[in-house]
């Protein structure tokens, strides 16, 4: 009789092996191979045939549009992030206080996040533009129309829109982290006569030290999708106020001016990395702490 080899089975190293090699292989196919030519080329001339060294970094840091939209970018980062979490966080409070009827609130919270982009533009022009539902009541009432997407009112249009987009998918990671806090610590703080504001002052915020450590990184994150909006209502040329780094991005893509776009991009996931890692290193380190 023929002996049968028995075929061993994968060991657990193996067998993760053999799973995460389809991810790992399409992660460096369209990630990092890209990437890794786009470090290449900013360092080559727009037609990628002569080394030009720092060149391209030295002309994009210099030059007057990358500033702006760097700076409007730094602005519109630094007042939607901490407003985002804050009303994420009190929205998650709330609707874990309403209880059996929070489903129906969640749900409501997320549909923005569901609405199409086309709509949302269509919904921005009949509110803010010259003659529309906004500027209506204004003039009914005796007062003067804004141009909301030609004037410094566009900025806040935009943050007004990322806020409330996002908000309820945030919401919906805070209440994960909520959920997560044993109960075990309240019933043992109001035993010692603990109040609800020392509580949540002292129980809950570091409680939930890692999971704003995520929905910061998540809303950094999607605070780059906002482009779309503003794009589609205002061109590739709005009003300096949001005039953002995926504008300039557009326009110098458009215009061929390769060199100075790969730096850029360089330049910005450098600058991200960095502030990820310090996200990472207050908030995850401190709920380690606690």
């Known amino acids: 009789m023929k002996k049968v080899k028995l075929i061993k089975p994968f060991s657990e190293t193996q067998a993760a092996a053999v799973m995460i090699a389809p991810s790992f292989i399409g992660l460096c196919v369209f990630?990092?191979?890209?990437?890794?030519?786009t470090i290449r080329r900013s360092f080559l001339d727009t037609r990628g045939k002569s080394f030009v060294g720092a060149a391209s970094y030295i002309s994009t840091i210099t030059n007057s549009a990358f500033n702006l939209a760097a700076k409007n970018t730094a602005r519109f980062i630094s007042i939607c992030i901490p407003l985002l979490l804050?009303?994420?966080?009190i929205l998650a409070i709330l609707v874990r206080k309403i209880g059996s009827k929070s489903k129906l609130y969640k749900t409501s919270y997320l549909l923005p996040m569901a609405v199409p982009v086309a709509s949302m533009v269509l919904l921005w022009q009949m509110l803010f533009h010259e003659k529309g539902l906004i500027n209506a009541v204004l003039l009914s009432r005796g007062h003067l129309s804004i141009?909301?997407?030609g004037s410094t009112a566009a900025f806040w249009v935009l943050v007004g829109t990322y806020i409330w987009k996002n908000a309820g998918y945030n919401m919906i990671l805070w209440l994960a982290g909520l959920d997560s806090i044993s109960q075990s610590l309240y019933e043992a703080a109001s035993v010692d006569g603990a109040s609800a504001w020392k509580s949540f002052l002292y129980i809950t915020l570091p409680s939930l030290a890692p999971t704003a450590g995520l929905v910061a990184?998540?809303?950094?994150?999607?605070?780059?999708?906002v482009f779309r909006e503003a794009y589609l209502v205002a061109g590739s040329y709005p009003h300096d106020s949001i005039y953002l780094l995926q504008h300039?991005?557009?326009n110098w893509f458009q215009n061929l001016d390769i060199s100075r776009l790969c730096a850029a991009a360089v330049i910005l996931c450098g600058v991200l990395l960095i502030v990820i890692l310090i996200m990472q290193r207050l908030f995850?380190?401190?709920?380690?702490?606690?």
């Open 248 to 250: 300039l991005f557009n």
């Open 147 to 149: 141009n909301f997407m």
């Open 284 to 290: 995850l380190g401190a709920g380690q702490n606690d």
């Open 217 to 225: 990184i998540m809303s950094l994150l999607n605070s780059f999708k």
């Open 86 to 89: 804050l009303i994420s966080l």
């Open 31 to 37: 990630f990092l191979l890209p990437f890794a030519d």
